[in-house]
């Protein structure tokens, strides 16, 4: 029995035909068989070649057009180059299927290894290209991984101070106000750095930092002012710096911590500059007020844009809202001026949202007309604050500063 299919395909042998009457795919395979038969010789005869295993099964497409065969035929074979040549050649010697006169040319030898070569080259592209693109980081990625896994484990935590161990060996320790700001710089090569704000315990900080000069290096806004004041309460200082105004400690490019750093102040002269600033603001004030012949309502702690006195709701409003001072909280009073809610400055638009029969806000935080606005539409009637950026007067809400 001839063999059905081939181990290794090397060549394919495809011809043309062309046969003046209608036969069929038997007939044209046993015209081929019969009429190369002995030609080139037994060892390259198409029936020995099939039995062994050399040619495979030939593949036969044809119709039948004005009263022709015509179509094509494909041999499969695993011999080599000459022997396949050979095959070919005997196929065109082919001239009858049949009582017909034929006709067959070879069209192509195809070398099935160079297409699998090229196979072979393009999916080896495809799967390099994946595994650079997707398996194997970048440079700045694998540094980070690295640094990641560097910096958190070079910290140690007790009682909410994150600290590095570097600290011990180090005549400096530079205090920070949180956590991610203490993993920034140690990601940065800066290691002798602990965090203050979380914890309750200072005496631990205290032991942690004694003998040793101390630099506070806080967010470059108002909550890193009220950290500097926090802190001048529980420890002596020695140096103060800040971020660049309205960034965070924790989001510094190592330029700009190393410039922050650089750009200290000894403690005394930064909290002097701060009392210059505060008495030109004040004189700046004092000007405007006699140019325009207005009254500063901070200066005189009257509602916000009211000539109407303080009332009594106001004054304890105001005295139950001095115990978020410097916590970045806001306080949500009923009507009898009870706390109903206390939640952070970035949660009070969605409290306000969901709580009802709402009367007053204490907040430590700036008064915007979204926050008026809400406080409008659920019915308010005082919101007290440390600043506002209202431009007009709002005549149905008491608005305050502290």
Known sequence: ????????????????????????????????????????????????????????????????????????????????????????????????????????QIKEI?????????????????????????QIPDSRELVERVSQKIKISDVLEDDGITYSPAIEDSNEVILVEGRADVLNLLKNGIKNVASFVETKDFDR???????????????????????????????????????????????????????????????ADFLGRGKREKTNEVKRRQRTQERTGRISVRTLKIPLRR?????????????????????????????????????????????LERESEVYAIAMDGIITKRIVDKAREKGLKYIVGVKSRLKKDERDIVISLF
């Open 110 to 134: 195809k070398d099935v290894r160079a297409a699998k070569r090229e196979h072979v080259e393009r999916r080896a592209k495809e799967l390099l290209e994946r595994m650079i693109f997707e």
């Open 307 to 351: 000539e109407d006195r303080e009332d009594e709701n106001l004054k304890k409003i105001r005295k139950l809202g001095e115990k978020v001072r410097g916590e970045m909280t806001a306080l949500i009073f009923d009507k009898s001026l009870k706390l109903k809610k206390e939640v952070s400055i970035d949660k009070l638009q969605e409290a």
């Open 1 to 104: 029995m001839a063999k059905t299919y081939l181990s290794v395909v090397k060549y394919l042998v495809a011809s043309d035909f062309e046969i003046d009457g209608i036969v069929n795919k038997h007939d044209i395979i046993g015209a081929v068989f019969g009429q190369s038969e002995g030609l080139v010789g037994k060892d390259l005869d198409l029936k020995e070649l099939q039995s062994s295993g050399k040619i495979g099964i030939i593949d036969v497409k044809y119709t039948h057009e004005n009263g022709k065969t015509v179509g094509s035929l494909v041999i499969p074979s695993s011999m080599n180059m000459v022997e396949t040549a050979v095959v070919g050649a005997a196929i065109e010697t082919v001239e009858k299927v049949g009582p017909y006169t034929s006709k067959f």
């Open 205 to 267: 900080l205290r032991d942690l930092t004694k003998r040793k000069k101390i630099t506070v290096f806080v967010d470059g806004d108002r909550g890193g002012d009220l950290s500097i004041k926090k802190l001048l309460n529980e420890l002596r200082l020695d140096y103060i710096t800040k971020a660049p105004s309205g960034k965070e400690v924790e989001e510094l490019t190592k330029k700009e911590i190393l410039s922050s750093l650089k750009h200290k102040l000894k403690a």
